[in-house]
């Protein structure tokens, strides 16, 4: 079972802005460990989306955007495009599973 | 450019095992700890266990649900990773990826992903 827990999906028009939200616990996230975010297109390997909580990758548009707080942490896309629509995952680190690197449940995204 | 590329799976019975590669270019390879994952048919990513670099004294460490079934190796003359996996049951099937991983921050996360290889186990 994934150790953080994203919503299920999320949706939105062409433009909008949406959010994902992750929530950890105190042995993950609560711990201040960083969160990245991962974007996967269908048939595709995950690509590094966010690093280091709000960090962008070099060619990741500044659309993408990440931020943490407390046991939490969230992705927003804004201005969204037909080619968003995925599943995006969060991950970080877990000091009660030994050594553990740990991801999220997944939220897909959905362009209505 | 960083690039990695996972080979070896395939049609695997149940109770055999398995060798994956993961040939990696771009990038100083001894440098890095490699991880490894798998995606089940309609899952999230789930990490299956890290080496770490020479430096480091190639540390393994082994997702719980994996251990005991499960080895890592590396070979840094040809920038290659290994992921061993025995007893293999239906539940392994899925793609198999690999990453570098920064093993200098406490949260690492992971920035090259090839395409992954698909094992199936099926009798």
């Known amino acids: 079972q994934p150790v953080l827990t994203q919503p299920p999906s999320v949706s939105g028009a062409p433009g909008q802005r949406v959010t994902i939200s992750c929530t950890g616990t105190?042995?993950?996230?609560?711990?201040?460990?960083?969160v990245h975010w991962y974007q996967q297109l269908p048939g595709t390997a995950p690509k590094l989306l966010i690093y280091?909580?709000?960090n962008r990758p070099s060619g990741v548009p500044d659309r993408f955007s990440g931020s943490k707080s407390g046991a939490s942490a969230s992705l927003a896309i804004a201005g969204l495009q037909s080619d968003d629509e995925a599943y995006y995952y969060c991950?970080?680190?877990?000091?009660?599973?030994?050594?553990?690197?740990?991801f999220g449940s997944g939220t897909k995204v959905t362009i209505l | 450019e960083v690039h990695v590329v996972e080979s070896g799976g395939g049609v695997i019975e149940p109770g055999q095992s398995l060798r994956l590669s993961c040939s990696a270019s771009?990038?100083?390879?001894?440098?890095?700890?490699m991880s490894w994952f798998r995606q089940a048919p309609g899952k999230g990513p789930e990490w299956v266990g890290v080496?770490?670099?020479?430096?480091?004294?190639?540390?393994?460490k082994y997702a719980e649900s994996m251990k005991g079934r499960v080895s890592l190796s590396r070979d840094d003359f040809t920038n290659t990773a290994y992921l061993e996996l025995s007893r293999l049951t239906i539940g392994d099937t899925g793609v198999y990826y690999c990453?570098?991983?920064?093993?200098?921050?406490?949260?690492?996360?992971?920035?090259?992903w090839g395409r992954g290889t698909q094992v199936t186990v099926s009798s």
């Open positions: 280091g909580n709000k």
């Open positions: 771009g990038f100083n390879f001894g440098d890095y700890a």
């Open positions: 080496i770490r670099s020479k430096g480091y004294g190639e540390t393994r």
């Open positions: 105190s042995s993950n996230i609560g711990s201040g460990y960083d």
């Open positions: 991950q970080s680190y877990d000091d009660s599973l030994s050594g553990s690197r740990v």
């Open positions: 990453s570098r991983e920064n093993e200098m921050v406490a949260s690492p996360w992971f920035d090259s």
